[in-house]
């Protein structure tokens, strides 16, 4: 960890804060956009259209700046890796480099290899571990909310909240998603399943469900990213949704604030979410924003100005979800940069960041328990209390918990153990439930070589049988889809 040895020259602290004025990279330093104007790039609808959703057109962007063993290696993640189709919007594109001296062909590439954004944004093949790409327990849903759904769509996964996921695409796709099962399109080494239901019949049962559950209080309204639903349906849900007297709390998830804040400053979503929020107001319901930034390159003028016009309209707050990403933010430094860029630049709250889950070939972006729990110790201290972000572990069957509670944890192979005090939707009838401990695991390469061994000769699965396994979860997940 950097801030165990680094101190700073002025303060003498292991970190030495500095305020620093965001700044919006020069797009056009980029030989695509050398002739976009400042007119273009506020436009969502520019935005939108010159999103890089392949490696043609990452070339096109920039050219031979980026040496062609870049491009071969992310062409070979595309076909064998890569969970998430690409989907890159200019404003998230323009805060890869920021600070690279563009001088020629292959100028670019180190740089490139080495940018934190596009370490989750656009993963390329060496990128990735070769020796466990997957941990054994990777799963396509790892937090089972599919399983947890009372209606299509709607996780009930606490007692008092639930998920809504209106949608399945997102106006960016990153790397590590969670919902890799589930949201943006297929590629070459997943299937995406989709939706059954028509979407105005499966809103219809989420409202339905909630209203007859007035022991859910809290609707977290996601996808994918509601950023890609058209504002009159949002409008609409969301006015529904208030109408319901048990509701006392929701929160929007979006990540485009950060990779497509144009698209919250435009006039008829600005006028709606004035709407929304003076509704909310006159009913005493608590409406907020959640957004996710990994890095604070992330953070530029136009996000704070996005954040600036959500929190005129009324909404309470603006809070970060993030998640901890090795090569990206699994640094105290590069997390306290992150929170403060957020708190002091955009008056937006540093709230969680989430270990990566355990998805397939995900594992060279997760960490530790251990260290995970470090970077925490780390960050205490230098935010205001209610500005300093828990980090926390998404444990299945579980939910999130501070890397601090677990109950026991086998550091040589890696296994922490967690319990809960409440039941899921699906534990009804499990009496253990409240009792009994719930496994998580940490990314093999970073044990011991004891653990390491063991996971060798217990860990390994013959890869048909790993095939098998995710043809037969795909199945049963399609079949659970088709009976709401």
């Known amino acids: 960890m950097s801030i165990e040895t680094s101190i700073g020259l002025e303060s003498g602290q292991p970190y030495p804060y500095q305020r620093v004025e965001l700044v919006e990279p020069d797009w056009t330093r980029f030989p695509g956009w050398k002739d976009v104007t400042a007119v273009d790039w506020a436009s969502v609808q520019w935005q939108r259209a010159h999103c890089v959703k392949n490696v043609r057109q990452l070339r096109e962007l920039l050219g031979d700046l980026v040496d062609d063993r870049f491009y071969d290696d992310l062409e070979r993640d595309q076909a064998e890796r890569s969970t998430m189709s690409m989907l890159v919007p200019p404003q998230m594109m323009n ?15 180190e740089a490139m290899y080495g940018d934190p954004v596009r370490h989750y944004m656009i993963p390329v093949f060496s990128d990735r571990r070769t020796d466990w790409a997957s941990h054994p327990h990777a799963t396509r849903d790892s937090l089972h909310e599919h399983d947890m759904w009372v209606a299509e769509g709607l996780t009930h996964r606490y007692p008092t909240k639930v998920l809504a996921e209106l949608l399945p695409t ?32 499966r809103l219809g049962s989420m409202l339905d469900y909630l209203r007859r559950t007035p022991s859910v209080r809290d609707v977290v309204v996601s996808g994918g990213d509601v950023a890609n639903m058209p504002w009159p349906r949002l409008e609409s849900f969301l006015t529904d949704l208030l109408e319901i007297d048990n509701i006392r709390d929701i929160r929007l998830a979006t990540k485009a604030l950060i990779g497509l804040p144009q698209h919250w400053l435009q006039p008829d979503v600005r006028e709606g979410m004035t709407r929304v929020a003076g509704v909310a107001r006159e009913r005493g319901v608590s409406i907020a924003m959640h957004t996710h930034a990994n890095h604070a390159n992330s953070i530029t003028p136009i996000v704070a100005e996005a954040t600036s016009a ?33 708190l002091d630049g955009a008056r937006i709250m540093p709230y969680y960041f989430y270990m990566c889950d355990m998805i397939p070939y995900s594992e060279h972006w ?43 944890y086998d550091t040589e192979r890696g296994i922490s153990y967690w319990t809960k005090n409440y039941r899921t939707s699906i534990e009804a009838d499990t009496d253990d439930a409240l009792s009994r401990t719930y496994e998580y695991y940490d990314p093999i390469h970073t044990l011991p070589d004891e653990g390491q061994r063991w996971w060798a000769e217990h860990g390994r699965l013959d890869e048909s049988a790993l095939k098998a396994a995710e043809v037969a979860e795909a199945s049963r997940r399609t079949a659970a889809l088709q009976a709401y």
């Open 310 to 342: 959500m929190l005129e309209a009324g909404l309470r707050d603006v809070r970060n979800q993030g998640v901890l990403l090795n090569g990206v933010n699994a640094d105290p430094h590069a997390l306290l940069d992150l929170c403060f860029r957020l």
């Open 95 to 109: 805060t890869m480099v920021p600070h690279a001296q563009v001088r020629g062909p292959g100028s670019l590439t």
């Open 170 to 201: 997102c106006p960016q796709y990153c790397g590590h998603c969670t919902r890799m099962d589930l949201v943006g399109n297929s590629t070459a080494v997943i299937d995406k399943l989709k939706f059954v239901g028509k979407p105005n019949d």
């Open 366 to 408: 997760r960490v530790s328990v251990a260290d995970a729990q470090r970077l925490q110790h780390h960050i205490m201290g230098y935010l205001p209390g209610f500005a300093t972000p828990r980090i926390v572990c998404d444990v299945p069957f579980v939910g999130k918990r501070w890397v601090h509670q677990l109950s026991s």
